[in-house]
């Protein structure tokens, strides 16, 4: 998971002049990011994305209540504009429409590309702050299940719930 993390900081990483400072500044902010999402989250539970037999990326829950909450989902960049996110948003509205549930997210407003996507999925911009965007979708308000149709390709080796033992490894306790 913390190569998933970093690919999200390269370009800031690489304008750093000592690569080892930076190296280490990555962990910390790891680590910090993992507290924090399990201090909001305790019951989160975490997917690595697999693409065939390679990991692709990450995907944090929460199922709490009345909604889930996606808290992260990465793409390793070669794994980008592939619909893999695509595809995983339409099995997520999927159990969210069966458990009658409500999907939340927050995406950074620098994240342009994320948030096209999003709203190409039928999210709707709830609030925003100074950082952040927030979007919920509505089962109700959202795509028909036809559109959703044709977004989900069943493939159940799409997520692989995370080994607890692969956190310790990393670096984590999340």
Known sequence: MYDVFCTTWESEVAALPNQNLAQHVLRIQHIAQERRFAGR??????????EGDQPAGRLYVDETGPVLQVIDLTLMPKFRDRGIGTRIFGDLF????????????RVERRNERATMLYTALGFELVSMDDLDNFFEWVPSTALTKEDQAGLV??????LTKEDAAARVHDGSRA
């Open 153 to 158: 390709k069943e493939d159940p080796s799409l």
């Open 41 to 50: 989250f305790p019951d989160h539970q975490r997917y690595v994305v697999m």
């Open 94 to 105: 999927a159990h969210a429409e069966h458990h009658g549930l409500n999907v939340r997210l």
